[in-house]
Every structure is written in structure tokens, then in C-alpha cells.
């Protein structure tokens, strides 16, 4: 009896479940059909709003190409990119407008073109128009303790919506890895949308590290070390990189650093037909300038490091495997040895990574070897780079290593980490003869270190020729024809 009444209870559930079946249906279809009309309604009045404000001639309409770079003010590669990649469209289509949409609202458009001169030796030789955005704080990794690659991509999209409805292009160019954008440009403002990615916002590489349950940067010791709670955000990224592909096949022209990421890209995207390798530009010319020779101006070595004072940077390591080799040094006789590290702030967070930077070479009593030089001009840059007979970098995964090719190019020899752009692309044999160096611990990055200074004059300065010979090919030039060539359908 009781078997019979459980058997109706269920029935008469599941009826009452396939009574709303169709309704619900209907309503689904009522509310997909309104969302559209809105969306089309919106995508006529911003269209109305782009022609308002649009310019012309010599009787010809300009065409308005737009870079979302949030942090265009920032010292790094990928800002580089951006100035390059405008003074190239700038040359082949001098009648276009340009925008850059940036949140660097404490500083003033020419504050922002000055820096972009002192920095990297870069001049516009047409204006260049800011759209200044104040929400880019939607978009800081500090905002998302957890869910951070959520958050932060929701956040773009709200970024990107007020960049939007402040200024409409008809071609918009994401130079900044905000891939979330690309659909509410496409779709909603009607342009015409490329991506130039410097580093997926989830790749292969970082759906492993969790599955593996290793701890990282992006993977805490109390998710590794619970396996529910691993599963739980291998589900998550997942659906994360499940939805990311479908973001980024929305670009009409993908263009990407290197081989690494091309690989990622293409296996996340599923964009080949469209995807190119446009390597970022190096101003290789101005470091060959530097003379060529055992760098004997100041006693002693000097190690530098180029990059921003990012987490996944991790200089931490540098730190710790410089003050390694100087401690199983101490017993021999060698020459004083001093580490530089050159790079750049984009904010508070930032700013605190190096004062624990700065505490870490206390604890490990190098403090007085270790130097740290904020957002320095470009000639200082050249200066320590003139010095220098290595430079480090650490990071695992670099997508490509614009630091490493100048550190190549002005004649230092490279000691950079056994992966990603650095592995596959720039720290490889020229002609027989090897560029540079590859680690990956603490211990085999203090070993290098050692065995490069163990090293002869004359071996060294063989290293450096041979470095400097295999870089040609990621100078400005070389990423000047790429580029124009990749980005080329978007314009026409």
C-alpha cells in the first residue's frame, strides 16, 4: 500500500513537472525574442549615436579603429605592442581616427603619449584620442579573492559597455586579453572585431596544474591539498575555458605572440582560418647599438631582470636562487655580484609585491646585492643593460618574453625559464650554436648562474654574438609587416 502511494505521489509529480513543460517553453521563447529586440534596439541607437559623432575628409567618412588597453599607461610588453601597433597604422592609414580606450584616469593624454616616448622610444606621428574610463577597478584581480577569472571577465564586459556607449568604432582592436569584450563590440556596436593575445586568459597548461593538484600562483595550497575541492574548480574551469572559446571565435582576426599560445589558442578558439603568429616588437636596432664586449666597465657582474612586478613573474625565485649561489659561493673568491630588477608598477598591488620583494632579500641577507629601479626611462633600461652579463627571468609559461629578446639584443646572456615562448621561440640554437640558458628550480637557476660566470671571456662574448645574430627577427620591422598583414582585412 505504501509502495502504491509513493508510486502516485511520483506520477502525479512528474505530471504537474510535464504541465509546465510547455508554458515554461513558451515563455523561454517570450523572453529570447524580447532580449533580441532590446539588443537590436540598443545596436540602433549606438549606431545613431556613432554617426552623430563621426568625422569626415576631404568628403570622405574617417574610419574610427579602437584599442581597448586599460592600462595603456603601464611599462610592459604588452604596452609596446599597443604603440607599435598604432604607429604602423598610423603610417600605412594616416585619414583613419584613433581611440584608445584606457583607465589611466590620474594622467592626461599627453602625459600618456610622454611616457610612451621615455619608455620605449616610441612617437606617434598622428593624434591619438583617449577615451578615459572609471570603472576599470572592475577589472582588478583584487576585487575577486575567488573566481577571479570570473570576475574579472564580467568585469570587462562592463568595462567594455562603457567604453562603448562613450565612443563607437568600426574597427575594435582588444590589445589586452579581454576576450569577454569581443561578442558586446561585435554584436552590439556593429564593429569590426580582432584580438592580438599575449596570454590566454585559461590555457591546458592551467586546467593540469589543478587536475595534478599542484599548488600555484593561481592554484592555493587549500584547494591543491582538498581533492573535492580541486574537482569541484576543474569543473569550473572547464565551463570557464568551455565559454572563453566561444568569446574569442567571435574575432574576425586573431593575431598571437608566440607558439605557445598559438597552440592554446587554436585548441580553445578553433579560430585557425583566421589566426596568425605576429611576434611582439623588440626595438632589437637600438640595443645591437651597444658595443659588443666582456662587460668590464664596473667590477664584479651585474644580473638584471626585465618585467613587471607581476605575480606569475614570480621574482621571488630570482631572488631566492641569487641568494643560493652566493652562499655556496661564499668560501670561494669571486667578484662582487649585484641583481637588478627593472620593471614596472601598474598599481598599489604591485607596489606591495615589491616591498615583500624588498623584505624577502632582507630575510635572505642580500639586501645589499639586490637593487630594485620602478618604472625607469628608457635610457636608464639601456644603461643597466649595457652593464649587465645576465638576465633572468622566471617566469613558468611565459607566452613570449619581449625583456628576454632586448636582454639577447644588447648583448647580456639569457637565463630564462624552461617553457612556454622562451622554450619554444626565442632561447633556441642559431645555427648550431646555443642563444642562452634554460632552468626551471631554485637550485638549477643557481647552478646556470654559476656556470655562466665560471665561464671564459671569450665563451661568453661567443654566447652574446650568436644571441645577437637570432633576434632580428622580432624587430620592429618584422612585426610591422606581420602586423599591417594580419590586421589588414579588418580595414578594408
Avoid at 570570473?150 to 567604453?163: D, I
Amino acid at each position: 500500500m505504501a509502495a502504491d502511494t509513493g508510486s502516485w505521489r511520483l506520477y502525479t509529480l512528474l505530471r504537474f513537472f510535464y504541465s509546465l513543460f510547455f508554458p515554461g517553453l513558451i515563455i523561454c521563447g517570450v523572453l529570447c525574442v524580447c532580449l533580441v529586440i532590446v539588443l537590436w534596439i540598443v545596436r540602433r541607437h549606438l549606431q545613431r549615436k556613432k554617426k552623430s559623432v563621426s568625422t569626415s575628409k576631404n568628403g570622405k567618412e574617417q574610419m574610427v579603429v579602437a584599442f581597448f588597453h586599460p592600462y595603456c599607461n603601464a611599462g610592459g610588453g604588452g604596452e609596446r605592442v599597443l604603440w607599435c601597433a598604432l604607429k604602423a597604422l598610423q603610417k600605412k592609414y594616416p585619414e583613419a581616427v584613433y581611440v584608445v580606450y584606457t583607465g589611466d584616469i590620474n594622467v592626461s593624454g599627453q602625459q600618456i603619449l610622454e611616457g610612451a616616448v621615455r619608455r620605449f622610444n616610441i612617437k606617434l606621428t598622428h593624434p591619438v584620442q583617449f577615451v578615459f574610463l572609471r570603472k576599470r577597478h572592475l577589472v582588478e584581480d583584487s576585487r575577486y579573492p575567488h573566481f577571479t577569472l570570473l570576475g574579472q571577465s564580467l568585469g570587462s564586459v562592463l568595462l567594455g559597455w562603457e567604453a562603448l556607449t562613450q565612443r563607437v568604432p568600426d574597427v575594435y582592436i582588444d590589445s589586452m586579453g579581454y576576450a569577454f569584450t569581443l561578442p558586446l563590440f561585435k554584436y552590439i556596436g556593429g564593429c569590426r572585431v580582432g584580438s592580438y593575445v599575449h596570454y590566454p586568459t585559461i590555457s591546458t597548461d592551467m586546467l593540469s596544474v589543478v587536475k595534478n593538484q599542484n599548488t600555484g600562483f593561481n592554484n592555493a595550497a587549500f584547494i591543491s591539498r582538498n581533492a573535492l575541492l580541486s574537482k569541484a574548480k576543474l569543473i569550473y574551469y572547464y565551463l570557464f575555458a568551455f565559454v572563453y572559446g566561444l568569446v574569442g571565435s567571435c574575432s574576425d582576426v586573431v593575431m598571437v605572440n608566440s607558439s605557445w599560445t598559438l597552440n592554446h589558442i587554436l585548441s580553445l578558439w578553433k579560430v585557425g582560418h583566421c589566426t596568425n603568429i605576429v611576434y611582439p616588437p623588440c626595438d632589437v636596432q637600438t640595443f645591437l647599438d651597444i658595443p659588443l664586449r666582456e662587460k668590464k666597465v664596473t667590477p664584479g657582474h651585474l644580473l638584471v631582470s626585465i618585467g613587471q612586478f607581476r605575480p606569475e613573474k614570480n621574482h621571488a625565485l630570482q631572488i631566492k636562487a641569487f641568494a643560493k649561489m652566493l652562499n655556496e659561493k661564499a668560501a670561494e673568491s669571486h667578484p662582487s655580484l649585484k641583481l637588478v630588477l627593472i620593471g614596472g608598477c601598474r598599481n598599489k598591488d604591485d607596489e606591495l609585491r615589491v616591498s615583500q620583494l624588498r623584505k624577502l632579500s632582507e630575510n635572505l641577507g642580500v639586501q645589499e646585492n639586490v637593487e630594485f629601479k620602478i618604472n625607469i626611462s628608457f635610457d636608464e633600461l639601456k644603461n643597466y643593460l649595457s652593464e649587465a652579463t645576465i638576465g633572468l627571468h622566471t617566469m613558468w609559461n611565459e607566452h613570449f618574453g619581449i625583456g628576454i629578446v632586448e636582454c639577447m639584443a644588447a648583448g647580456t646572456i639569457i637565463l630564462a625559464h624552461n617553457s612556454g615562448g622562451p622554450k619554444l621561440d626565442i632561447v633556441i640554437p642559431h645555427e648550431g650554436q646555443i642563444t642562452g640558458f634554460l632552468a626551471e628550480s631554485e637550485e638549477g637557476y643557481a647552478e646556470t648562474i654559476a656556470h655562466i660566470l665560471s665561464l671564459s671571456a671569450e665563451k661568453r662574448l661567443q654566447i652574446r654574438r650568436t644571441a645577437r645574430a637570432s633576434v632580428s627577427r622580432f624587430s620592429d620591422q618584422e612585426f610591422e609587416v606581420s602586423f599591417l598583414s594580419s590586421v589588414g582585412k579588418l580595414l578594408t
